[in-house]
């Protein structure tokens, strides 16, 4: 680019701060004339009461000297649910300003888009997060994982004694309970020693065939033993998130409460406003905010950008 053209750009630049300057200027002796905002035109929370909410700070501070007014306070936007001023003194240092209600708003706004943008792990620890997990959902998605994990793999959750008998042994257990049956009508009509402790000798020994059965039984697992296991790994881990997560997934991962929606979201904000105070989160250049009351409203002024 050459210096001819540069030295354009920079001219064309400056003009166009000067001409903005120049309608801030007069946009505000435009509202001075028609007395915008008159005492008796404002409402709660509007516009003309957070100009005025500010004024009076900035007075006491002695930040606007005495020969201005309330229209020196310049509207330049809004952020969020609070207005966004500069005075005509000094376009550059902005003020937010806003009712308690407006500002504790505006924080969680804020924290929202931060959080849809740059995600949960970049402002809160996992601990914090933690807290914020809605029960019933994890709940619902733990047992989801437990269900696919039990019924693909039942040996690894269940003991080989909690079996169902298979379909051939129960078939064979039938037929000894049958031979008992008739070894024990041929007991009752036996008369002679000899055959009646050879027939209870037959007969104790199919019973001890069946119940050896019974001890090993090689069918599949019942329903209710399946279930009973899903129930009890969803207990060791109920409200447990942590635990959960780094024994089942290797680490504790907030993006994984966040992509499954079991954080609610609107509590863990809405907290973290309160704790942290809605300056705190706004105020990027000191953190801070000053009250101001201004007919029966209190109204949070804070730096936005200086």
């Not at 064309?12 to 007395?35: H, N, P, T």
């Not at 330049?76 to 376009?91: I, K, N, V």
């Not at 949960?120 to 619902?140: H, P, R």
């Amino acid at each position: 680019m050459e210096q001819k053209e540069l030295i354009g750009l920079i001219r064309e630049s400056i003009g166009k701060v000067l001409i903005s300057e120049q309608s801030e200027y007069q946009w505000a002796e435009e509202r001075r004339q028609r007395d915008d905002w008159r005492r008796e035109k404002l409402h709660s929370g509007d516009l003309g009461s957070a100009a005025h909410a500010l004024y009076y700070f900035l007075k006491s501070e002695g930040e606007i000297g005495d020969d201005k007014d309330v229209y020196d306070i310049v509207p330049m936007g809004s952020e969020y649910s609070m207005y966004l001023f500069a005075t005509t003194d000094d376009l550059d240092t902005q003020w937010i300003v806003g009712t308690t209600d407006d500002a504790f708003q505006s924080a969680k706004d804020y924290l929202s888009d931060w959080i849809d943008s740059e995600g949960l792990g970049t402002l809160f620890s996992a601990d914090f997060v933690s807290g914020y997990v809605e029960n019933d959902k994890y709940v619902s998605f733990i047992r989801s994982n437990f269900e696919d994990s039990v019924r693909e793999e039942p040996e690894s959750y269940l003991e080989d004694d909690m079996r169902e008998l298979s379909e051939k042994q129960m078939m064979f257990v039938q037929y000894l309970e049958l031979k008992i049956q008739k070894l024990e009508k041929k007991l009752e009509s036996a008369t002679d020693q000899d055959d009646i402790e050879s027939i209870q000798e037959i007969i104790n020994n199919t019973q001890e065939k069946i119940e050896e059965i019974q001890e090993d039984p090689q069918g599949e697992f019942s329903e209710e033993r399946i279930e009973a296991a899903i129930d009890n790994l969803v207990d060791q881990y109920d409200r447990d998130p942590e635990s959960f997560f780094n024994d089942w997934w290797g680490e504790f991962d907030v993006k994984v409460l966040v992509r499954n929606n079991l954080i609610d979201i609107d509590e863990l904000i809405d907290d973290a406003v309160r704790t942290d105070g809605a300056a705190n989160i706004l105020n990027n250049y000191d953190g801070s905010s000053d009250e101001v009351k201004f007919e029966g409203d209190t109204y949070e002024i804070m730096v936005w950008d200086r």
